[in-house]
C-alpha cells in the first residue's frame, strides 16, 4: 500500500473545483512531507503563496449555495410571471408583434383590380355558428338590404365570395371593396372558440387598411348587444 506521498515544489490550483484535494490531504493516512510548509497554491493569483490547507470550505459552499438560490428565484419567476402575462396580455403582444414583423418585412396593401368599393359593408361572422348564421341571415341582412328606406348592399362570406380563389383573396377583396367592416361576434357562446380564423385575419386586414389609408389610429367602434350577439362597426 502507498505509505509515502511527495507533493511539494508542485503548481497547485486552488478554487472550489479542487476544494475535496485539501479535504483529502487532511484525512488520508498516507505520509505527505512538508504538508505544512511547502505545499503552495499558484492558481489563481489571489491565492497565490498560500497553504494549500488554509483554503475556507465554507466560503464555496457560500457561493454554490448563493448561485443555486439565484438560479432558482430566477425560475420561479420565469415559470410564475410568463403563464400570467401570456394570459393577461397574450393577444396583445402576439397582435403587436405582428404589426412591428409586417413592417419590417416591408409588407403593405396589397393591389387590387378595382379600388371602387362594391359594398356599403362587408359582414364578418362564425358561419359555424348555426345561432349566429340565422340571426345574420334572417334579421340582419332582411333589414338591412331589403329595407324601405334605404338598402344596404352588404358582402357575406357564404354567399358573396368567388369560388376558386383561396380563403386571403376572397378575404382581401371584401375589405377593400367594402366601405365599412361589420363583426358580429357571439358572446357565451358553448359551441367553441368565439373568434375564429377568419374573424382574426379580418381584423389584421381592417387594421392593415386603416395605416394603408392613413386614418387617424383613432377611430369609433359602435358596439351594442343585440339579439345575444355583438354588433360591431369600424
Known amino acids: 500500500a502507498l505509505q509515502l506521498l511527495t507533493l511539494h515544489a508542485n503548481p497547485f490550483k486552488c478554487d472550489c473545483d479542487t476544494s475535496w484535494f485539501a479535504d483529502f490531504l487532511l484525512s488520508t493516512p498516507v505520509q505527505i512531507p512538508y504538508l505544512s510548509t511547502h505545499l503552495h497554491c499558484e492558481y489563481p ?3 497565490q503563496g498560500h497553504n494549500i490547507l488554509s483554503m475556507d470550505q465554507r466560503s464555496c459552499q457560500d457561493i454554490y449555495g448563493s448561485l443555486a438560490f439565484l438560479v432558482c428565484s430566477i425560475l420561479a419567476v420565469t415559470f410564475t410571471v410568463l403563464p400570467l402575462l401570456k394570459h393577461l396580455y397574450g393577444w396583445d403582444m402576439w397582435y403587436c408583434l405582428q404589426v412591428l414583423w409586417a413592417g419590417h418585412k416591408g409588407y403593405s396593401q396589397l393591389a387590387g383590380t378595382d379600388s371602387q368599393h362594391h359594398y356599403d359593408a362587408f359582414v364578418v361572422f362564425d358561419t359555424r355558428n348555426q345561432a349566429v348564421r340565422d340571426w345574420v341571415y334572417n334579421e340582419l341582412t332582411v333589414n338591412l338590404e331589403n329595407s324601405n328606406h334605404r338598402r344596404f348592399y352588404l358582402c357575406l362570406e357564404e354567399r358573396d365570395w368567388i369560388p376558386g380563389l383561396s380563403c386571403i383573396e376572397n378575404l382581401h377583396n371584401a375589405v377593400y371593396n367594402s366601405v365599412k367592416t361589420v363583426f358580429v361576434l357571439s358572446s357565451g357562446s358553448d359551441s367553441g372558440e368565439t ?3 377568419v374573424i382574426r385575419q379580418a381584423f389584421f386586414m381592417v387594421q392593415q387598411r386603416l395605416l394603408d389609408e392613413k386614418v387617424s389610429k383613432i377611430y369609433t367602434s359602435l358596439s351594442c348587444a343585440f339579439s345575444g ?6
Open 229 to 234: 350577439y355583438t354588433f360591431s362597426l369600424l
Open 45 to 47: 493569483e489571489s491565492q
Open 195 to 197: 373568434v375564429n380564423g
